[in-house]
C-alpha cells in the first residue's frame, strides 16, 4: 500500500514539475544545428604544415626527372633522325643547355614560391 502512495507522490510531483517548467520551441534543435554548421563553415581549417625537405627533395626529383626524360628523348631523335654527327654539333649543345636552363629556372622558381609561401605563415 505504502509503494502505491509512493508511485502517486512521484506522478503527483513529476506533473508539477513538468508544468513548472518552461518548454522549448519545436524548431530548438534545428536553430542549433544551424548555428553550429554556421560556425563550423567559418571558422579557419589548419593546413598541415609540410616539411621543407620533403617538398624540396619532390620538386628536385619531379622536375629534373622530367629534364632528364626530355633529354633523352632529344638525344635519342638526335641520333635516330640526324645522326652521330649532330650530337657533337653545337647546335645539338645549345638545344641541351637550353632546356637544362628552363628547367632549373623552373626550379627556382617553386622554390621561391616555397619561400614566400612559409613566410606568410
Known sequence: MKEKRT?????QFR????SAGKKAPDNL???IMHQIEAEHALTRKKVPSAKKS?????????????????LAAI?????????????????FWGTVILVSVIFSS??????IDCY???KKK
Open 54 to 70: 620533403v617538398s624540396l627533395l619532390r620538386d628536385l626529383g619531379n622536375i629534373f626527372g622530367a629534364m632528364y626524360i626530355l
Open 29 to 31: 534543435q534545428h536553430r
Open 106 to 111: 623552373l626550379w627556382m622558381i617553386t622554390r
Open 15 to 18: 506533473e508539477l514539475m513538468q
Open 7 to 11: 508511485e502517486t507522490e512521484d506522478k
Open 75 to 91: 638525344v635519342g631523335g638526335s641520333y635516330l633522325l640526324l645522326g652521330e654527327e649532330f650530337l657533337k654539333s653545337p647546335h
Open 116 to 118: 614566400v609561401r612559409e
